[in-house]
């Protein structure tokens, strides 16, 4: 720190254990205690776990609209399957002869439908 930087003295409240670590820290690095305390201040980004936060939060959002989005397309390509002419004459087919089928078996049925029909004329 230059000498000419101001400084102001502050008297702070450590736990034994605080004390301990950043004499242990000045002896190992070879630098004041207060050097020790100004690095940690300065390491200390109040920001930085925030923007980790939100970006984890953001990769996750991003990943969740791209499983959506494939999802979707999915979705829509089945749709599309499900209502294209061909799957509709498919669906007709099936009715048809489904109710023939019916009808074959049942076929007091279709003398009552005759009469329904025949009196509407």
């Known amino acids: 720190m230059p000498a000419r930087e101001r400084v102001s003295r502050r008297h702070w409240l450590l736990a034994p254990e605080h004390l301990e670590k ?6 190992q690095e ?13 390491a200390y980004d109040l920001d930085s776990g925030r923007d980790r936060d939100a970006e984890a939060a953001l990769e996750v959002m991003v990943e969740s609209i791209r499983v959506t989005r494939s999802e979707l ?26 109710v023939r089928a019916h009808l074959v078996t049942h076929p007091e ?4 439908l005759a009469d329904y029909f025949g009196g509407q004329r």
Do not use: F
């Not at 070879?30 to 940690?40: L, N, Q, T």
């Not at 397309?73 to 489904?98: F, G, I, N, P, W």
């Open 30 to 42: 070879k630098i004041s205690g207060s050097e020790v305390v100004r690095r940690a201040i300065e």
């Open 73 to 98: 397309a999915a979705l829509q390509k089945r749709l599309d399957e499900t209502m294209s002419h061909a799957y509709r004459e498919r669906v007709r087919k099936q009715v048809r002869d489904d």
């Open 22 to 27: 950043v004499r242990r820290i000045s002896k």
């Open 109 to 112: 049925e279709l003398d009552a």
